[in-house]
């Protein structure tokens, strides 16, 4: 993974919100709420219709044609030159690292991908590094307290660097306690189509995961990445674990009074 720099200077007032295929079919609110921090810093967030998926589905189970066509599909829909934010760090991972690849037989393709890789930020990442939003300022007024465990999914680690991100917003909120747990670099079991293929394999794993961190007497997981949180929580739920799951996109507009605005 390369280092990235960060744009300096003026703000931007535009971005584009790829919303992702599980945002859009399972975790809606956790898009709106997305939507919602990056409106409250005063950019005005652009949604094309036409987005769908990202193509690490049909990438990841070996199949490079067709993930090639998935992300063709979307290449034309984010033309101006304002960031493209990704509630999920594996599929800005996708995006970022891997959509260039894809069209490399292609030079007209693969400039135009290329291009918007470089415009891809996780959703944290972005508030964080280039917004540089205050969130122990924001959160300061909000009661109660919280003792959470985070979960960076893999792509997000290995292809985006976003666990440095969150750890640092989390742990910014007043009122806000990050326990670790000795499983939490660990895969969840999910891997997309791994979890189909291999059934067994991915519920042991995700059953350690959420042994660890109840482990800890943590209230709840947070994560950015909605198929690891579908396969925790619903596991969870499964086992009668006492384990809630939240994203990281909600989580940080309820921690910083966004439900009482």
Request: charge should be negative.
């Amino acid at each position: 993974m390369k280092p990235r720099h960060y744009p300096t200077g003026k703000r931007p007032t535009d971005v584009y919100l790829f919303g992702t295929c599980l945002v859009d079919l399972f975790m809606p609110q956790a898009g709106l709420d997305a939507v919602k921090l990056l409106e409250r810093e005063g950019l005005t967030v652009h949604f094309p219709r036409g987005q769908s998926c990202c193509g690490q589905p049909a990438y990841s189970s070996g199949n490079p044609r067709e993930a090639r066509e998935v992300a063709r599909a979307q290449l034309g829909l984010f033309s101006e030159p304002w960031p493209v934010i990704v509630p999920s760090g594996s599929c800005g991972g996708m995006m970022r690292q891997h959509w260039p690849a894809l069209f490399e037989d292609e030079p007209e393709a693969a400039a135009q991908a290329t291009e918007l890789s470089g415009r891809i930020y996780e959703l944290t990442e972005f508030l964080v590094r280039v917004l540089n939003v205050d969130f122990g300022a924001l959160g300061a007024a909000v009661p109660g307290e919280e003792r959470v465990v985070l979960h960076t999914s893999c792509g997000a680690r290995r292809e985006m660097g976003t666990r440095v991100h969150g750890v640092e917003a989390v742990d910014a909120l007043p009122g806000v306690t990050r326990v670790e747990h000795e499983r939490e670099s660990e895969c969840c079991g999910f891997g997309g189509t791994f979890s189909l293929k291999h059934p067994d394999i991915s519920g042991a794993m995700v059953a350690d995961k959420i042994a660890s961190a109840c482990a800890t007497g943590c209230d709840r997981l947070v994560s950015a990445d909605c198929g690891c949180l579908l396969n925790i929580g619903h596991a969870a739920k499964h086992k009668g674990a006492p384990l809630s799951v939240e994203h990281l996109a909600s989580f940080l507009w309820r921690r910083t009074g966004g439900d009482a605005a």
